[in-house]
């Protein structure tokens, strides 16, 4: 179905919560209910898609598959081809929060095993939890602690990367589904 190819935020920030859950931290995305929120410590973990790196595939206008001149169809015209393509990858920024009470040496020893964990998370997120898409974290942002509303007692750190997402080639047939 057209979500399995479209629906970045639901696939790679549950993903990336399934690999830091697979590590016994709390984790949740954006699609979550928000009935969590008094759970610390945690990890808030948001996708957001960027623009388009122009990285286009033609479907096939007899499969709606990616064209590739391999199942014997008449390569499409370049009219066809400008119709029939799409966008297959796109930058984006992720973000994790790491929320904690309001306890630097708690909170540090959290921050440390979630940034061991983002590390690898590329690694351990594409092809196990993401098997339409592949995300890639190029750049780590920086983070630093931060004391939010002394009254309601908690540290957040935000530990932000960009990256780019795309369309694996096998994904293209959810399409016709």
Same mark, same amino acid.
């Given at each position: ?6 629906? $970045?935020?639901?696939? %790679? ?18 699609? #979550? %209910? ?9 990890? =808030?973990? $948001? ?8 990285? $286009? ?11 590739? +001149? !391999? %199942?014997?169809? %008449? ?11 799409? =966008? ?35 690694? &351990?997120?594409?092809?196990?939890? /993401?098997?339409?898409?592949? /995300?890639?974290?190029?750049? #780590? +942002? +920086?983070? !630093?602690?931060? /004391?939010?509303?002394? #009254? ?5 750190? !935000? &530990?932000? $990367? ?16």
């Amino acid at each position: 179905m057209i979500q399995d190819i479209y629906d $970045f935020e639901n696939a %790679a920030e549950n993903a990336c919560a399934m690999v830091v859950k697979s590590f016994s931290l709390n984790a949740f995305s954006s699609q #979550d %209910a928000p009935q969590f929120q008094k759970i610390r410590p945690r990890v =808030e973990i $948001f996708f957001q898609k960027g623009i388009g790196l122009s990285r $286009f595939v033609v479907l096939d206008p007899a499969t709606s598959l990616p064209w590739d +001149g !391999s %199942a014997g169809s %008449a390569p499409p015209s370049p009219m066809e081809m400008f119709y029939r393509r799409r =966008e297959s990858a796109w930058n984006c920024v992720i973000r994790f929060d790491l929320i904690t009470e309001a306890d630097i040496t708690i909170h540090g020893k959290y921050r440390f095993q979630l940034r061991g964990i983002l590390a690898v998370l590329w690694q &351990m997120v594409n092809g196990v939890y /993401l098997t339409n898409h592949k /995300l890639e974290m190029e750049q #780590d +942002g +920086g983070d !630093s602690p931060i /004391l939010v509303a002394p #009254d309601k007692g908690y540290f957040k750190t !935000s &530990m932000t $990367f960009r990256g780019k997402i795309s369309v694996q080639a096998n994904a293209w047939s959810a399409l016709i589904s």
